[in-house]
């Protein structure tokens, strides 16, 4: 399997107006601006500085439990104590976990996912290339655009299965409809039906998803409404 190193153009994001105004002027579009990423390092730091405090609070409970003899009462609040600093342990061995997988796995798996829709978008040109030109094409020619589709498909369904195995699956929103928690509009298609708005027009790259979290939404272009220009 060969992966590309060029990098990926992300479409651009579009988003969708719930209502279309009766004006003949297209929906606008508001530029979102730069994403400003979450700074996952300072979390882990202060995730480890948290579970280092708290490893020092359990030393000093053990030394005064072998120290001082307890009373009943004493004893319930040392109780509580551990209880309490063994829930905060948890919650630190979760924050690592959280990010460990934002800062260390979403990056591999939204690489692997460009380079699987790569292999797609390949594999649907090539095929219409055979299609349109195979009366001017030698078998010979054909032969190779026919090795080269099968090579780019296996390295799509190899890269699918890697993904698999680190829980990674891909999705197609179900319905005709577009929905904004699940989809991301790539592309409008201006129509006069007002029963076709917001309905999808192309799905054009699968959605990836991990578990409940989505890790990179399904590409479809929507048909939008628009009023007719009177002159």
């Known amino acids: 399997m060969t992966i590309e190193s ?18 003949g002027s297209e929906p606008t579009i508001p530029d979102p601006g730069p994403e400003t990423p979450p700074d996952f390092g300072r979390l882990d730091d202060l995730a480890t500085k948290l579970s280092e405090q708290i490893a020092t609070l359990e030393r000093s409970i053990e030394q005064l439990s072998d120290h001082q003899p307890e009373s009943e009462t004493q004893g319930k609040e040392r109780g509580l104590e551990r ?10 061995t979760a924050l690592r976990e959280r990010f460990h997988e934002r ?13 699987a829709d790569r292999c ?33 498909h296996a390295d799509e369904i190899e890269i699918n299965a890697l993904l698999a195995t680190l829980g990674v699956a891909s999705y197609r929103q179900e319905g005709d409809r577009f929905t904004a928690a699940s989809q991301k509009c790539v592309k409008r298609i201006p129509t006069r039906d007002r029963q076709h708005h917001q309905r999808i027009a192309e799905r054009i790259q699968p959605g990836y998803r991990r578990e409940a979290t989505i890790v990179r939404p399904e590409y479809v272009s929507v048909y939008v409404h628009t009023q007719p220009t009177h002159q």
């Open 6 to 23: 060029e990098h990926q153009t992300e479409p651009t994001n579009v988003v969708i107006a719930d209502d279309v105004e009766s004006s």
């Open 83 to 92: 209880k309490l600093l063994s829930d905060l342990q948890s919650e630190c």
């Open 103 to 115: 800062e260390v796995l979403w990056p591999i798996f939204r690489s692997l996912i460009g380079v």
């Open 120 to 152: 797609r978008e390949q594999t649907a040109q090539l095929k219409a290339t055979l299609r349109r030109q195979r009366q001017s094409l030698s078998v010979e020619e054909c032969l190779v655009l026919r090795s080269v589709v099968d090579g780019r």
